[in-house]
């Protein structure tokens, strides 16, 4: 799926004839985790006679948009060996300050989502710009902002949930085109965009390059620090972005909204196989890794697993989906 | 996790350090102050420790104590936020016992670790006095201050109970477990349907106090095929996000929403008739009593040990009166 990847393929084959073992190796390498969200997928068909329907496999979707769409953010920064904490915090500031901007009958709707992105791409630039110039790591930049974030929104609104917020703006969120929720829609076009910037672009090529190896991207004179600024901003408008969604989605700005996502976000990434030492991930891993949590969260739900055994469950299945996944990178 | 906690909490400990570096300091110039003008007029000093300033009804909370600070000219409340985290509060607790406050206020973060809280202020004579949250063991603080979480439980199940003609399917709708208002608000609603013999849980699962968590389960419960007559909920958010994943399925009509806490927001869709039920706790009243009585513990005044301020039941009918007591 990634460039990394297909590199180490090309070696093999010139090195050896394709042999059928191979073959079936490259299949697994490329196609784990998808395999393993099959699998989970008629695991639960078979428990819950409700899971494969078209009305619940959209609901699964739509409830993964916003952590989603955080964690192909999170996935580019952790590509870089970087990190992103604050994406939940960032959701919470964007949600209370873009519904304060969405009453109806006051701006309109593009309003208050222009200043979501924006302020969601500001606190991402800051981000960038504190971990490429003051060369601060990552984990304690993104962790300063998580809190202050975090405290902004409370400050901003008071400690409490802003609602009143005009049918144009709430659309984003509960609207569907063609029987389609929009924001599994938006969700699908970052999907897009993002696999594009990252394997279609220059500013790709260099993101892995910068993951693999910082040192040697510097010195074949890429503009690291710039290149950073972008990848944390790009993070940070999505956060935005996906504040905006879960705002529109609940019908109010919430300062206490996204506990917690940024984690959600990194173990989406992660089970879509995104190297925590940086150099390798995509984007199209990392939906699948959403997926795979999405659909453990429903199916736990049909199936009314009590909540202490949920959260066991759901901390055996990523471990083991993650085991699973690195056997076969050190196999091949 | 552990790492990011060890983080955290050394980020927030440098900041209390600061914090409370600067806090004596203050303290230090405003007793010189009086001390010249008058030998008398010395201000009581209240400390009082906060869970959660994050938490939109310990907000609320926090108003009742704030307002009848302001009433109160010769008394000095400081506020500090344990953000969830029961040993950030016991250090906090000793703070306030170090800085020697004239009485603390405490809302225990969790009702295991609270007990030792309470001792540390006994040991140093300081009154404290326990808002809110209740243990085994709160008659050694100087007072307790409260309402009782399992009669909000049952108060809401057996409104519940009469509108559904006491049968049917529930589906319970829990806080985050293990939390004191969760495990007994949920004690309550299980000990009404028992005395139904047609009524039963069918689902019950967490939304962790969180309306768009709540709003995944149902719509997760409404995929599940179980049919469901009542969605008991711990606390309003996650009610009202059971109401839209409802609503948005268009099968608002045919379930009964309840709640708990009377929130602002809630009270708006109690008036639309969209939720059916919730429980008033008083906030305000709870701050103002917590506060009120921990003034006059500190100025060696007699206090009653349980103070209870009632839960109030929130139905269409009487809506209006408490639409009032936000505005």
Same mark, same amino acid.
């Given at each position: ?11 093999? =084959?010139?090195?050896? !004839? ?14 784990? /985790? ?25 609901? $699964?979707?739509?409830? /993964? ?30 949600? *209370? *300050? ?34 490429? =110039? ?5 984990? $304690? *930049? ?9 405290? !902004? ?22 609207? %569907? ?10 969700? !699908? ?27 040697? %991207? ?9 290149? =950073? ?5 790009? !993070? ?46 995509? $984007?199209?891993?990392? $939906? ?45 | ?7 955290? &909490? ?7 350090? +600061? ?26 000093v209240?400390g ?42 016991? &250090?906090?607790v000793e703070n306030f016992v170090q800085q020697k406050v004239d009485a603390i206020?405490l ?5 295991? &670790?609270?007990?030792e809280m309470v001792d540390k202020a006994n040991q140093a004579n300081i009154p404290i ?11 050694k603080a100087t ?5 009782? &979480? ?6 809401? +199940? ?57 709003? @995944? ?6 995929? @599940? ?7 008991? @909920? ?63 513990a500190a ?29």
């Amino acid at each position: 799926m990634s460039s990394q990847v297909s590199i180490v393929n090309k070696q093999k =084959k010139s090195k050896s !004839a394709v042999s059928s073992k191979e073959r079936v190796s490259r299949i697994l390498h490329k196609y784990g /985790m998808l395999m393993i969200l099959i699998g989970l997928i008629i695991l639960m068909s078979f428990l819950s006679p409700t899971f494969l329907t078209t009305g619940n496999l959209l609901n $699964i979707v739509r409830q /993964m948009s916003v952590v989603g769409i955080v964690a192909i953010g999170v996935t580019i920064v952790i590509i870089t060996t970087g990190i992103d904490l604050s994406s939940g915090s960032v959701i919470a500031l964007v949600s *209370v *300050v873009a519904a304060s901007f969405a009453h109806p009958d006051t701006y309109p709707f593009f309003v208050p989502i222009l200043i979501g992105l924006g302020l969601g791409l500001l606190t991402g630039v800051i981000n960038g710009t504190i971990i490429s =110039k003051a060369k601060i790591a990552p984990f $304690i *930049v993104t962790l300063g902002m998580m809190t202050a974030a975090r405290g !902004a929104a409370l400050l901003f609104s008071d400690g409490r949930p802003i609602g009143n917020l005009s049918d144009s703006f709430k659309f984003i969120g509960q609207g %569907a085109v063609f029987g389609i929720p929009v924001p599994i829609i938006i969700f !699908a076009f970052v999907g897009v965009i993002s696999y594009i910037l990252l394997n279609k672009t220059k500013f790709g090529k260099y993101v892995y390059a910068i993951g693999g190896n910082e040192h040697a %991207a510097i010195i074949a004179g890429v503009n690291v620090d710039k290149y =950073k600024v972008f990848v944390y901003g790009y !993070a940070g408008l999505l956060s935005g972005l996906a504040g905006i969604v879960l705002t529109s989605r609940i019908s109010s700005g919430q300062p206490t909204a996204g506990v917690m996502y940024e984690l959600d976000a990194i173990a989406a990434a992660v089970i879509g196989g995104t190297s925590l030492a940086g150099g390798i991930g995509t $984007i199209g891993g990392t $939906i699948v890794g959403a997926l795979i949590i999405g659909v453990m969260n429903n199916g736990l739900d049909l199936l009314n697993v009590s909540p202490y055994w949920q959260q066991i469950l759901k901390g055996v299945i990523i471990t083991v989906a993650v085991f699973i996944d690195s056997r076969k990178n050190r196999k091949s | 996790m552990m790492f990011l906690k060890r983080w955290i &909490s050394m980020v927030v400990l440098l900041l209390l350090t +600061m914090f409370i570096a600067v806090g004596c300091s203050e303290k230090q110039q405003t007793s010189g102050q009086t001390g010249k003008q008058s030998g008398e007029n010395k201000k009581v000093v209240i400390g009082a420790a906060l869970p959660d300033f994050d938490d939109k009804w310990l907000s609320y909370l926090q108003d009742g104590m704030k307002e009848y600070a302001k009433t109160q000219p010769d008394v000095e409340v400081i506020y500090v936020d344990a953000m969830n985290d029961a040993n950030k509060q016991l &250090s906090q607790v000793e703070n306030f016992v170090q800085q020697k406050v004239d009485a603390i206020v405490l809302i225990p973060v969790d009702t295991v &670790s609270a007990p030792e809280m309470v001792d540390k202020a006994n040991q140093a004579n300081i009154p404290i006095v326990v808002v809110n949250r209740i243990f085994d063991g709160v008659d050694k603080a100087t007072a307790y201050v409260g309402s009782e &979480s399992i009669k909000a439980g049952v108060m809401q +199940m057996e409104e519940v109970a009469k509108i559904l003609g006491g049968k049917g399917n529930i589906a319970i709708m829990n806080g985050q477990m293990g939390q004191e208002a969760q495990i007994k608000r949920t004690e309550g609603n299980k000990e009404v349907i028992k005395k139904y013999p047609n009524m039963k849980v069918v689902l019950e699962g967490t939304a962790e106090w969180d309306r768009a968590k709540g709003m @995944s389960l149902m719509e997760n419960w409404l995929n @599940s095929g179980k049919k469901i007559d009542a969605v008991v @909920s711990n606390n309003d958010e996650m009610a009202i996000g059971a109401i839209m994943a409802l609503e948005a399925a268009g099968k608002l009509n045919d379930v009964v929403v309840a709640g708990v806490d009377a929130t602002p927001d809630a009270l708006e869709y109690v008036k639309s008739g969209k939720l059916k039920v919730t429980v008033y706790q008083n906030a305000k009243g709870q701050g103002q009593g917590g506060l009120e009585t921990a003034i006059k513990a500190a100025k060696g005044e007699k206090v009653e040990k349980f103070n209870w301020i009632p839960y109030e039941l929130v139905t269409k009918d009487n809506v209006e009166e408490y639409i009032k007591k936000w505005q």
